[in-house]
C-alpha cells in the first residue's frame, strides 16, 4: 500500500492555540473509554502488516504506532484520543461466545459460536484482512468451521472480505447461510457502481489512504484507521430479513433482529442475540457522531428514521441488553450504560434533525444554521457523540440539503458561474491574482484559514499554474487539517495539501470490484452502461440489441436514440440490430464495455446480426475518470 511522501509544515501558532485550549473545554480526564477498548483483550497480531498473493502490503495497522502519549500542536487533541482508541488492535471477548477482531481495516469483525463452529458478522472490507481477523480468532479459540455469514448493511466494510472466511461452494451447498437485510443486493451494488468511480475517488480523500501516517498526517478517519486496499468480495446473501421481530437460529445460535432501513444504510438491520444478552447495534450506535452524509457522496439519510429506530431498540432490548458493540469501535457494558448510550445516541440525531428544521422555518439556510447550532452541554461532552466521523456542521448541511435541495432560495444563487469563471472574476476584481495572493497570505498570518481558502481557491481555479497560490493553499489546507477534530475533514485537507504539492494520487481503493460487478441484476447492468453514454456525441446516433437471458428465461429490448440508452422487458414488434444469447453468470461481461463480437463470444455470449452495433455503441461510451481533478480545474 504505497503511500505519498511526507511533504509538511509546522503547525502555526493560532492552530496550537486552539488545539491546546480543547484541553480545558473536554473531559480528557475520563478514561472509561480506554478501560472499555482493551477490556477482554486475548491476543494481538505481531506484526500486524497484512499482504495479499503478490506480497504487497495492503494493511499495516503498525503504521500508527506513534499513537502515543499526549497529542503534538499538529492534532487536535479530541481527535487524537480517538485515533489511539481506534488503533487498539487484537482479538477481544464481548461477552462469552462472542468475539471481535479490532483494528485489521475500516471496521470490526465479530465472531459468534455456535453449537459446531462460528458465525461471522460483517466481514471487513477485504478477503486479506478478513482472513487474517479470522486466524487470528482460531489461534486462539480453536479451528471452528464457518457455519454462517451476517451482513448488517450494504457498506463495501461490512461485507467485502466475505471471501476470505468462506467459499461460493459452502454457500451453495447451504453449509454457509448468508444473511442481509432485504434489498442489500440492489443497495451494495447500485452504491459501488452507478456513481462508484466519483464516490471512490472522493473517499481516497475522505479515508487518507495515500497519506503519510504521522502527527502531520493521517491518524485515521475518526471511525477506525483507515480501509484496507485488497480484495474486494462479495457473495449474494441467501437469507433475507424483512421484519423486525424476525428470528433465525443458525449453529444453535438464536438472533432477534430489528430492520432499520434508511438510517446509516438505505437496508440495514440491528441483531440482538438473547442468550448473551448481547446487542449488536450495526452501525447506528457508535462512539462518534455519524455521517448524514457521508463525505465520499451518497443519498441523505434520515435522522428522523435514525432516532425513531434507536428508540425502539431501546424499546425492543433496553430492559434485556448487557452489552452492546457495534461494527466499529469498542462495546459498552452494563444494563444501565447501554441504555444510557443508546439514549445519547438516539437523542443526538433528533436534536440535530429537530432543530435544523426549527431554523429552516425560520428562513436559515443550511451554512447559517451549520455554523450557529450548538449541541446541548450533555451531548457536547459525551465523547460518544463528538463530530470524529460525521460533524455537527456537514450533518446539519445534509438536513438542509434533504429537506429544501441545494438552492437556498436567494436568487442571487440561482444561476452562479461554474468555479473556473467565478475564480477569474474574483481574481479581476481582486486587482490580479498576486494581489488576491498577497491579501490571502495577511488572511493566512492572522489565522483567518476559511478565508484564505476561499481565495487562493480562487486564484488557483482561475490560473491553476500560479505556484504561489498553489503553495500557500497548500499550507492553509494543512493547517485547516491540523486543527480539526473530525478525522474525515483532516484527511480531505491533508489530501488537498498533497495534491497540490505532488500531484494527484488517484483512488487506492476501487469498490466496484469483479465480485460487485457480476452480483449486478441484468437491468443494473444496462444502467451501469447507459451513465457511460457519451449523450452529446451520441445525439445523432440510433441502435437497438435484443439481449436473450435464457436461464432466466427474460428478453430486453436496448435502444439508443437521443443520446439515451433505454430499455424494456415488454415484447417489442420488429428484430433489432444485433440479438445477444447469454446467461445471467456470462451477462456481466457487458460491463466492461468492450462490446465487440469477438469478445463477447469468448465470455460465452452469442451474437448474432449487425455486429457493428456494438461497435457503434462502444464508440459512445465514455468511463469515468478515477483520477479526476478536484483541489484545481
Known amino acids: 500500500m504505497s503511500v505519498m511522501s511526507p511533504v509538511t509544515k509546522p503547525v502555526s501558532s493560532t492552530v496550537a492555540i486552539q488545539n491546546k485550549a480543547l484541553l480545558n473545554s473536554l473531559p480528557f480526564s475520563d478514561t472509561q473509554d480506554f478501560q472499555d477498548a482493551t477490556r477482554g483483550l486475548l491476543g494481538k497480531r505481531i506484526p500486524n502488516a497484512i499482504t495479499n498473493a503478490a506480497g504487497t502490503v495492503i494493511w499495516d495497522n503498525d503504521t500508527y504506532d506513534f499513537l502515543q502519549g499526549d497529542a503534538p500542536d499538529s492534532v487536535n487533541p479530541s481527535l487524537w484520543r480517538q485515533s489511539m482508541l481506534n488503533a487498539i488492535q487484537g482479538l477481544f471477548e464481548v461477552v462469552p461466545g462472542i468475539y471481535q477482531v479490532r483494528g485489521f481495516d475500516l471496521s470490526n469483525v465479530t465472531f459468534i459460536e455456535g453449537e459446531t463452529g462460528v458465525l461471522v458478522l460483517d466481514p471487513l472490507v477485504t478477503q486479506e484482512t478478513a482472513a487474517a481477523a479470522l486466524a487470528l480468532y482460531r489461534e486462539h479459540r480453536g479451528d471452528r468451521p464457518v457455519t454462517g455469514v451476517l451482513y448488517t448493511h450494504p457498506h463495501v466494510d461490512h461485507f467485502g472480505g466475505v471471501r476470505g472466511v468462506t467459499t461460493q461452494e459452502d454457500v451453495d451447498a447451504g453449509r454457509v447461510p448468508i444473511i442481509a437485510p432485504a434489498q442489500f443486493t440492489e443497495h451494495a451494488v447500485s452504491e459501488n457502481v452507478y456513481a462508484g468511480t466519483a464516490m471512490s475517488r472522493r473517499s481516497a480523500y475522505m479515508f487518507g489512504a495515500a497519506l503519510a501516517r504521522s502527527p502531520q498526517g493521517a491518524l485515521g478517519t475518526g471511525l477506525a484507521q483507515t480501509v484496507a486496499t485488497g480484495n474486494i468480495t462479495l457473495i449474494a446473501p441467501t437469507l433475507e430479513i424483512t421484519q423486525t421481530g424476525q428470528t433465525e437460529t443458525v449453529d444453535g445460535v438464536r438472533m432477534i433482529f430489528q430492520m432499520a432501513p434508511g438510517t446509516e444504510a438505505p437496508a440495514e438491520f440491528l441483531v440482538y442475540f438473547p442468550e448473551h444478552k448481547a446487542l449488536c447495534a450495526a452501525e447506528d450506535a457508535t462512539h462518534t457522531l455519524h455521517n448524514l452524509l457521508t463525505l465520499r457522496g451518497a443519498l441523505v439519510r434520515d435522522p428522523h428514521a435514525w432516532s425513531h429506530y434507536l428508540t425502539e431498540t431501546i424499546d425492543l432490548f433496553g430492559d434485556q441488553a448487557e452489552a452492546v458493540f457495534a461494527s466499529h469501535h469498542w462495546p459498552t457494558w452494563g444494563n444501565e450504560r447501554v441504555v444510557k448510550f443508546l439514549s445519547e445516541q438516539r437523542d443526538l440525531y433528533a436534536y440535530l434533525h429537530d432543530q ?236 466492461t464495455g468492450k462490446l465487440t463480437a469477438d469478445g463477447l463470444a469468448k465470455a460465452g455470449i452469442e451474437v448474432t446480426g449487425d455486429a457493428s452495433a456494438l461497435s457503434r455503441l462502444t464508440a459512445v461510451l465514455d468511463p469515468g475518470d478515477p483520477d479526476f481533478s478536484i483541489v484545481t480545474p
Open 356 to 591: 435544523c428544521l426549527r431554523l429552516i422555518n425560520k428562513g436559515w439556510t443550511g451554512i447559517e444554521i451549520a455554523e450557529e447550532l450548538k449541541l446541548p452541554p450533555a451531548l457536547e461532552h459525551a465523547w460518544h457523540a463528538r463530530g470524529y466521523y460525521g460533524s455537527v456542521s456537514h450533518n446539519l448541511k445534509a438536513i438542509y440539503q434533504r429537506y429544501m435541495g441545494w438552492y437556498d432560495g436567494n436568487p442571487a444563487h440561482l444561476w452562479q458561474h461554474p468555479p473556473v469563471e467565478q475564480g477569474r472574476r474574483y481574481v479581476e476584481l481582486g486587482g490580479g491574482a498576486d494581489a488576491v495572493v498577497d491579501k490571502a497570505r495577511a488572511a493566512f498570518d492572522e489565522g483567518d484559514f476559511r478565508w484564505a481558502a476561499e481565495l487562493l481557491s480562487h486564484v488557483v481555479f482561475a490560473q491553476p499554474d500560479h505556484a504561489a497560490a498553489r503553495e500557500l493553499l497548500a499550507d492553509t489546507f494543512e493547517q485547516l487539517g491540523y486543527g480539526a477534530e473530525n478525522g474525515v475533514w483532516r484527511n480531505i485537507y491533508l489530501s488537498g495539501a498533497t495534491e497540490l504539492r505532488e500531484g494527484t494520487f488517484g483512488t487506492p481503493t476501487v469498490s466496484a470490484s469483479a465480485d460487485v460487478i457480476s452480483a449486478l441484476t441484468p437491468e443494473m447492468l444496462f444502467d451501469t452502461i447507459a451513465i457511460q453514454v457519451n449523450g452529446p456525441q451520441a445525439w445523432d446516433e440510433k441502435l437497438t440489441i435484443d439481449i436473450i437471458v435464457t436461464d432466466a428465461n427474460k428478453q430486453y429490448r436496448l435502444r439508443l436514440a437521443n443520446g439515451a440508452l433505454t430499455y424494456s422487458a415488454a415484447p417489442q414488434n420488429g428484430d433489432a440490430d444485433v440479438t445477444l444469447t447469454t446467461t445471467a453468470r456470462t451477462l456481466p461481461a457487458l460491463a
